[in-house]
């Protein structure tokens, strides 16, 4: 039985002057339109206490078109204004829905450059794909094939800090998913990239020590050149492009590794990583497996679906680390330098290996609950409690960020 899934493949492309300048003016018009009407949204919430939804955004949009101050967005495909607005609304949704913060303004240097057409505003022919407001088809590196006779639905074309352009398709493909059986825990760690329930350890990408001392020198670089200077500039095009690097080696890693557990594996348990509690976090190594952990997740929550895997988050507060996966005692809190410890049952634990292997536990747990699982906190913090006799609060089937 094969299962119908919509599928972004993604490759390089080379614009030529005219159409890199187009695509620059539309990624600033997308991000114009999308802080205007944010702070319109904003705006009549908190003096008004009124809700704007997506149609309202629209008619302003038509509106800000007419003025001679903004005639300047008519230059630019509206399609990609238009999915601006409906990024917006998505942003709110999760925002109301308690998944993620309040929408923030795009910043020129910070934000994402990128624009999404809809089929209305590219043509495909022949595997050739031209955009809205331009002559020329572009010149895509097909570096892959794309399914046997797929038609885009979307195309997100995007520019990265180190200046090099992609353009991403979302195609309708099929997936004929496998048998799989068993289940697996995934801890995320620093040293070693991720442990799994079985003991095996998967290690960060080859190169990526010495990437990030090369990214520590290149920051330090940075900081010392003068503001606004030519230096400084090339400066930030170096770092960017070492950041490039370490994402893209990390990228590939993960999407060899996530179709492997989701081949192999029926049910994969992660921890409920809440985003919010670890973007406060500056230190480089940090910022950096924070990074491959969500996109470790959205892989996960992607390719267990396509082949109809279930994958379960357990919530963060959970004990992982120092409740023992043999008899469910508590053991004391430990620093982070401890990586082997032994249980008074006994039990000689590898610190990471225990924690996924409560993962597992505590994902497998709520499937034989049901579905809603609510939170039993700890009952003491300090105390030796029967910790196999909690249910972390958990999400069945795909969690959302
Ligand atoms: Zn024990």
Redesign the pocket.
Known sequence: MTRAVKRAFKFRFYPTDAQAAQLSRTFGCVRLVYNMALQARTEAWTLRRERINYNATSALLTAWKKTDELAFLNEVSSVPLQQALRHLQTAFTDFWARRAQHPRFKSKKRSRRSAEYTASAFRWRDGTLTLAKMTEPLDVVWSRPLPQGCTPSTVTVSQDAAGRWFVSLLCDDTITPTPAAGAVGIDAGIDSLLTLSTGEKITNPRHERADRKRLARAQRDLARKQKGSANRAKARIKLARIHARITDRRHDHLHKLTTRLVRETQTIVIEDLAVRNMVKNHRLARAISDAAWRQLRTMLEYKTAWHGRTLIAVDRWFPSTRL?S????LAQPMPLDVREWT?????LHDRDVNAARNILAAGLAVTACGDDVRPQRESSRTGQSSAKQEHPRATKGIPVL
């Open positions: 023992c043999t008899c469910g005692a249980c008074r049952c006994g039990a």
